[in-house]
């Protein structure tokens, strides 16, 4: 069994930083890929950002300008840096990992049910 605990999140007003963070424990031999997945009010959960084992990110459109991913391998823990926050980025992030156990079977673990808050106001 993999846990995730996300942490980080907040109500800021418009222009703020926050940096979520998310770590993983539990059976993980290694982990692979590392990421966020952002929900606003109403809206579909999107993919935001991950960042592969060889710290190769990606990005999705609407916060690639404003965001930085990060991991620390030592850790399993993933971070979200976002900068010039705005009312759009309210959402309740969540956080995901692909990782191999002892045998080299790959999972893949997502914090739905859990996740941080993010509330924006202008």
């Known amino acids: 069994q993999v846990q995730l605990v996300e942490s980080g999140g907040g109500s800021v007003q418009a222009g703020a930083s926050l940096r979520l963070s998310c770590a993983a424990s539990g059976r993980i031999f290694r982990i692979s890929t590392m990421g966020w997945y952002g929900q606003a009010p109403g809206g579909p959960r999107v993919l935001f950002a991950h960042?592969?084992?060889?710290?190769?990110?990606n990005y999705a459109d609407s916060v690639k300008s404003r965001c930085t991913i990060s991991r620390d391998n030592a850790k399993n823990t993933v971070y979200h840096q976002m900068d010039r926050l705005n009312p759009e980025d309210t959402a309740v992030y969540y956080c995901?990992?692909?990782?191999?156990?002892?045998?080299?079977?790959?999972?893949?673990?997502?914090?739905w049910g859990q996740g941080t808050q993010v509330t924006v106001s202008s």
């Open positions: 995901f990992t692909i990782y191999n156990d002892a045998s080299g079977r790959a999972y893949i673990r997502r914090s």
């Open positions: 960042v592969t084992s060889g710290c190769s990110t």
